[in-house]
């Protein structure tokens, strides 16, 4: 059966941003859709409690090749970087303002963010047969030059929103159309 997983980036939630409104969207289609909680915070954000959550999930069947997953923020690195180390296939990925091996945003980020990273990006293209990136030319918190680099790397189809901040709530965010016609 698909089913759809959404993913919040660093200290973030489940509720913030567009989340509870692409929820609502999916699920008024009939469709199954899980939003895990991760822990955040200095010492308790890291790949390696990420990973124990979204193995859970993993370990249930419930990420397979009829799976879409759509992650925001270090989700879109945290996903890729899950996804190769546990050699798992899923029908499409949809990252949006993704980055990897970047620091500079501040100390809090920088130090959550770091265990995410890691250097075959290109490796998740075996993982999903779509790879769709979302990015902006004026993202507050990351370069322009990281999130294109990303996708260049690795996206299936690539779409550059203008003056999107960082396509969350605090840039105005808080629907987020231009996603539909991927899922």
Do not use: R
Not at 28 to 53: A, C, R
Not at 67 to 88: M, R
């Amino acid at each position: 059966m698909e089913n759809y997983f959404i993913i919040h980036g660093s200290f973030s939630s489940p509720y913030s941003n567009w989340f509870n409104w692409l929820q609502d969207f999916i699920t008024s289609d009939g469709k199954q859709v899980y939003v895990p909680d991760f822990p955040i915070g200095v010492g308790y954000q890291n790949y390696e409690n990420w990973s124990k959550l979204l193995k859970y999930y993993l370990d249930l069947g419930l990420i397979n090749e009829n799976t879409t997953i759509i992650g925001h923020s270090i989700a879109p690195i945290f996903i890729s970087k899950f996804l190769t180390e546990n050699n798992v296939k899923v029908k499409k990925l949809i990252f949006v303002c993704g980055f990897n091996n970047y620091l500079g945003i501040n100390d809090e980020y920088d130090a959550v963010n770091k265990s995410m990273y890691f250097d075959n990006l290109q490796d998740v293209k075996q993982c999903a047969k779509d790879i769709i990136c979302f990015y902006t030319n004026n993202d507050p918190y990351v370069k322009y030059e990281v999130e294109k680099d990303f996708a260049d790397k690795i996206a299936t189809e690539q779409i550059c929103i203008n003056e999107a901040g960082h396509i969350n709530s605090e840039s105005g965010y808080d629907t987020f159309e231009e996603i539909v016609s991927y899922l």
